[in-house]
């Protein structure tokens, strides 16, 4: 690797780590291109060299937080199977349902963004869809299509990505209803929903009764040894 090039990427991380800080003090809203270049000591346009908006530095940043997922990444690094891609959706119900509750409001408003970012441009949604599916699609299409090869799947149609896709915004949807304060959709019991979630999703992307009756709500694969970086999400 040239010494351009190590100079180029370092710049990057550099850009990255300012922007972090950035973020993490006055919001997405309260950041701008400006500021992170200021933090990063060089010009706005030098930025603009490696990222084109503050959307971009954005998703970018929220794609190395999901690299850097130690239970992601052992997730991803699992062999393609019928086990893998339950445990995937479980994975993306668990998260996304939970968010309301959770300590840190951090991703809450991240998703509140991409919601608006549906109503504005979409280049936020389109940029984050992107770096989702290229880190997260590849497993989940070969975990379905050994679902399918052991006969605990039927096919769907003729493009498996569009399933995870639907599987995502159906997640999204239910979790933005519980966001406000009071939710708009009273869902009951919190646990019964998520696996109710999971039965919905799985029956919708061709697995069997017998396949989810047999692989929802068994215990996740254990991780071995420590975290390794693969990105999500």
Same mark, same amino acid.
């Given at each position: 690797m040239?010494t351009? +090039?190590?100079t180029? =990427?370092?710049r +990057?991380q550099?850009?990255?780590s300012?922007?972090?800080r950035?973020?993490?003090?006055?919001?997405?809203?309260g950041?701008?291109?400006?500021? @992170?270049a200021? %933090?990063?000591?060089?010009?706005?346009?030098?930025?603009?060299?490696?990222?084109?908006?503050?959307?971009?530095?954005?998703?970018?940043?929220?794609a190395?937080?999901?690299?850097? =997922?130690?239970d992601l *990444?052992?997730l991803?690094?699992?062999?393609p199977?019928?086990a893998?891609?339950?445990e $995937? @959706?479980?994975?993306m119900?668990?998260?996304?349902?939970?968010l !309301?509750? %959770?300590?840190?409001?951090e991703e *809450?408003? !991240?998703? +509140?963004l991409?919601?608006t #970012?549906?109503l504005?441009?979409?280049?936020?949604?389109?940029? $984050?869809? =992107?770096? @989702?599916?290229?880190?997260?699609?590849?497993?989940?299409? *070969?975990?379905?299509?050994?679902?399918?090869?052991?006969?605990?799947?039927t096919?769907i149609?003729?493009?498996p990505?569009?399933l995870?896709?639907?599987?995502?915004?159906?997640?999204?949807?239910g979790a933005?209803?519980?966001?406000?304060?009071?939710?708009?959709?009273?869902?009951g =019991? *919190?646990?019964?929903a998520?696996?109710?979630l999971?039965?919905?999703i799985?029956?919708?992307?061709?697995l069997?009764?017998?396949?989810? #009756?047999?692989?929802?709500?068994?215990?996740?694969?254990?991780s071995?040894?420590? #975290? @390794?970086t693969?990105?999500?999400?």
């Amino acid at each position: 690797m040239s010494t351009l +090039r190590m100079t180029s =990427d370092l710049r +990057r991380q550099l850009i990255l780590s300012a922007a972090k800080r950035c973020f993490a003090r006055n919001g997405f809203a309260g950041t701008t291109t400006k500021s @992170v270049a200021a %933090a990063a000591a060089i010009s706005e346009g030098l930025l603009f060299k490696h990222f084109p908006s503050k959307a971009a530095l954005y998703a970018e940043i929220l794609a190395e937080e999901c690299e850097a =997922d130690p239970d992601l *990444a052992h997730l991803l690094g699992q062999e393609p199977s019928t086990a893998t891609l339950v445990e $995937l @959706v479980q994975g993306m119900v668990g998260h996304f349902m939970q968010l !309301r509750d %959770a300590p840190d409001q951090e991703e *809450a408003q !991240r998703m +509140r963004l991409m919601v608006t #970012s549906h109503l504005d441009d979409g280049e936020f949604a389109r940029l $984050l869809y =992107d770096k @989702v599916g290229k880190l997260i699609g590849p497993t989940f299409a *070969a975990s379905l299509e050994s679902a399918i090869a052991a006969g605990e799947a039927t096919r769907i149609g003729n493009e498996p990505l569009n399933l995870f896709w639907f599987a995502h915004h159906t997640v999204l949807m239910g979790a933005l209803t519980q966001l406000p304060a009071t939710p708009c959709l009273p869902y009951g =019991d *919190a646990a019964a929903a998520e696996q109710q979630l999971c039965q919905f999703i799985l029956r919708g992307i061709g697995l069997t009764e017998a396949a989810i #009756s047999t692989h929802l709500g068994r215990q996740p694969s254990p991780s071995a040894g420590p #975290s @390794v970086t693969a990105e999500s999400a």
